[in-house]
């Protein structure tokens, strides 16, 4: 299955694949210490973190299991984030989630919930999930707001990667 939004837009987004030469335009998320604020794993620098993000984006991408999607703003054609659908295993059972990441000057502008939207959108139109899950940590507001603007609500809570999680899922219509 195609969980890529290659080529789809939104009102505001456009999705394409990442690129290696996004790298330096993305560093600027890991080098922010509320991107990973949240998050319990090994300390390294923000360059390790993004070659290893970098590193499962087109691993994903070449077994088939989703992921993220640059996300470019049309006014500007800059890059301003990271969206996507992705398979993933919690609790040992496997799930479809919508990923997202801004980059620290667009946040709170409405990015996320618009790109978090149009997958939501996309994997109900190509009936690629009965349901989607998003996996956010549980002290992070933002993302959480972002899933309830999105139609989900809080399903369970769970720990997920050494890290104490909300699920939260929205059921196709």
């Known amino acids: 299955m195609n969980y890529l ?4 837009e ?3 987004l456009k999705f394409r694949n990442i690129l290696d030469t ?14 990973s604020s949240h998050w319990i794993g090994e300390s390294v620098t923000a360059t390790e973190a993004c070659q290893k993000w970098f590193d499962k984006v087109f691993y994903r991408y070449s077994h088939n299991l989703g992921g993220m999607n ?25 799930e479809l989630e919508i990923g997202y990441s ?16 149009k997958c939501k959108e996309y994997a109900f139109e190509h009936k690629l999930s009965p349901s989607l899950i998003s996996i956010i940590h549980i002290e992070n507001k933002a993302s959480q707001n972002v899933a309830i603007k999105n139609g989900m609500i809080r399903d369970r809570s769970t720990i997920y990667n050494q890290n104490p999680v909300y699920i939260y899922r929205v059921f196709s219509k």
Do not use: M
Request: with cysteine.
């Open 102 to 117: 801004l980059l620290p000057a667009y946040r709170n502008k409405g990015f996320a919930t618009e790109a978090a939207q």
């Open 70 to 94: 640059a996300l470019l703003e049309k006014s500007s054609g800059k890059l301003i984030g990271q969206c996507g659908l992705l398979i993933q295993t919690v609790d040992g059972v496997q």
């Open 5 to 8: 939004l290659t080529g789809e």
């Open 10 to 12: 939104s009102k505001r």
């Open 22 to 35: 996004d790298f330096e335009q993305w560093l600027p998320f890991h080098q922010d210490p509320a991107s």
